[in-house]
């Protein structure tokens, strides 16, 4: 078994850079314009941002509503972490590490401590207090002083591009498949199928709902790192009530409790929108539309619970053969 | 010393006392029955047993400690798994997940070894595995390791949760009405699996019963209840025989 992991570790591997390489190619040679570039940048964003939400959604079985508040805490942490030590002329790669790092640790303060009141409340309930609670956050900065208020905050150093955001997505992305394969990740899925069984064989509820909580905040500070550095100005009424249904929207498409599949909903719902820009008048009916009919065909999302495996699809021509064969064979018996 | 002494539990839910001064001690390794009519309240003992009510008065003592006011998670660890009247099995997830999410106590690795998969995961979840393949073993259902849940026949469902309580690593086990919905067939080797968990786990079993063959035939000890209070207690044979229980249950 051992074996078969570092298989398909290797080819995973192999594949992440693989799709480095081409996504430099494309970018340094001008075959995709900056403007296309950009728009990739917002898929890694809606990435790290849908995934970190995917942890609460699909795996904790919490309905959370205010990941644009969790999203606006980071954006500013690190947008005034970065704007102070950009005098010391560090790195850029190393100033934006670092500035991940603390927006992800005060988000996950700030996530823990409304986390722990709001995890006591189930479905609806929960939905409406972390609703209110993301709207306090955006309210409070737009109130105070030293985050610009709401004529927005600028002058943040713009370091992010579309390779760095990359490699941070790949660590977002494999930290949590790693998180939800242990067995702290076994406990939170648990809580989603059973809470009250789930106790009954000796799981914490409440310290694993938090936990889970405060890692979905930390990713979800991270991934406002990335979208302060990259726009260089902050505004509060981006991180409204919307922008939280616009990260669960993706969640849901993706399929909750995938994360391969919220990486294939990042794209198809940050890339339409900007594909149909020509047909303005009719941009979000098609948008809606999409939407509506995937529900109704597609209601458990594009995976659902399943993950996309490299491995697996390297397989599938071989198992098309295996199939063919047995069928032959079934029907040789037959004659 | 008794592992489960049980002394004057009484629970009132507003002005209906549904568990009037329940007592049972239970030694290690003991099976015993507890029965009584619909409505009796034995359903309502198991959760105070489990901490899933809180007793309005009366204490609960396991292995030695008082476990009342003890949040359900505490008194697994203290030692009490149970499983459910209607079964609640972690549907969407694989039978050999069900087991190992009961054995996550007894893993000792921390988050950041889960994340950053260093050794201790690695080891760690490999004794998980093959403590859930041997556990399946007994069962005899090492083969549906990987099917989810939910697609087991109907005995197997009740046999992996039985399984995934005995994960716990439990002294007492406390099994509400194992055997509803069961045809004679099922019930057989249930009782069968019944006998062999306590003689190859060595712990105590209390249940909840309304199958009387199986009740009779495995327990040594049964306390009946009718309306919150014990009417009855005594081997099988002082049980049938006795006027208090034949009223309750067939009336005068």
């Known amino acids: 078994m051992a074996g078969k992991n570092k298989k398909s570790n290797v080819i995973n591997l192999i594949a992440i850079i693989l799709v480095f390489v081409l996504l430099n190619i494309l970018t340094t040679s001008g075959i995709v314009s900056r403007y296309f570039a950009g728009i990739l940048v917002t898929c890694f964003i809606n990435i790290v941002m849908a995934s970190s939400l995917n942890l609460t959604v699909g795996y904790l079985g919490q309905l959370a509503l205010g990941h644009a ?36 640790i005060i988000t996950a303060i700030i996530g823990y401590l409304i986390g722990l009141p709001a995890l006591r409340l189930k479905g609806d309930y929960l ?11 955006r309210v409070a900065i737009n109130n105070f002083k030293f985050t610009g208020g709401a004529q927005g905050l600028t002058g943040i150093p713009k370091i992010v591009n579309s390779n760095n955001s990359y490699w941070v997505t790949i660590v977002v992305l494999v930290v949590l498949y790693t998180l939800t394969r242990s067995r702290h990740g076994r406990a939170m899925k648990s809580i989603m199928e059973d809470e009250i069984a789930s106790e009954a064989v000796g799981i914490d509820t409440i310290k694993f709902k938090a936990l889970g909580f405060t890692i979905s905040a930390f990713f979800a500070g991270v991934g406002g790192g990335l979208y302060a550095q990259y726009t260089a100005f902050l505004d509060p009424s981006t991180f409204g009530f919307m922008k939280s249904v616009e990260i669960l929207t993706i969640v849901i498409l993706g399929g909750m409790g995938s994360l391969t599949g919220t990486v294939v ?9 900007e594909l149909l820009r020509d047909f303005a008048e009719y941009r979000m009916l098609l948008y809606s539309a999409v939407l509506i009919i995937m529900m109704i065909f597609r209601p458990q999302g594009i995976l659902g619970t399943k993950e996309f495996s490299l491995t697996g699809a ?8 295996e199939k063919k064969r047995a069928q032959n064979d079934a029907e040789g018996g037959d004659l | ?18 568990v009037d001064g329940f007592e049972i001690s239970i030694e290690s390794g003991e099976l015993r029955g507890l029965i009584g009519p619909n409505g009796a309240g034995k359903t309502t003992v198991f959760n105070m047993l489990t901490g899933v009510y809180l007793p309005t008065s009366g204490s609960i003592v396991l292995d030695g400690k008082n476990v009342v006011g003890k949040q359900p998670y505490d008194i697994v660890e203290a030692g009490a798994a149970r499983t459910f009247q209607n079964i609640r099995l972690f549907k969407e997830l694989t039978v050999e997940d069900n087991v190992k999410i009961a054995y996550h106590k007894q893993m000792k690795y921390n988050i950041i070894d889960g994340i950053f998969r260093l050794p201790s995961y690695w080891n760690e979840e490999k004794k998980a595995h093959n403590y ?82 199986l009740v009779m035939g495995i327990c040594e ?16 044979d002082q049980i049938k025989s006795n006027p208090n229980v034949i009223k309750a249950y067939l009336g005068e």
């Open chain 1, 69 to 104: 508040g969790f999203m606006a805490v980071g954006a500013y942490a690190s947008a005034l972490f970065s704007i102070a030590i950009n005098e010391m002329g560090m790195p850029a790669t190393i100033q934006l590490v670092l500035s991940l790092i603390v927006a992800g």
């Open chain 1, 127 to 137: 939905a409406i207090i972390t609703l209110g609670f993301g709207e306090i956050i």
């Open chain 1, 265 to 273: 909903a990042s794209f198809i719902l940050t890339l339409l929108p």
């Open chain 1, 314 to 321: 390297l397989r599938i021509p071989a198992a098309i053969r």
């Open chain 2, 1 to 18: 010393m008794a592992l489960l002494d049980v002394k004057d539990l009484t629970i009132k839910f507003g002005g209906l006392t549904a």
């Open chain 2, 132 to 213: 859930a393949m041997e556990l399946l073993d007994i069962f005899d259902m090492r083969q549906s390791a990987q099917s989810l849940a939910k697609n087991l026949p109907y005995g197997k469902q009740r046999k992996l949760e039985i399984a995934r309580a005995l994960a716990t690593n439990p002294k007492i086990l406390l099994l509400d009405e194992p055997a509803a919905g069961m045809n004679p067939q099922e019930t057989k080797e249930l009782m069968e699996t019944i006998y062999l968990i306590r003689d190859k786990f060595k712990i105590a079993i209390l249940l909840i019963e309304h199958d009387m063959n």
């Open chain 2, 221 to 236: 000890k049964i306390t009946v209840i009718d309306y919150g209070k014990i009417i009855a207690v005594g081997d099988p």
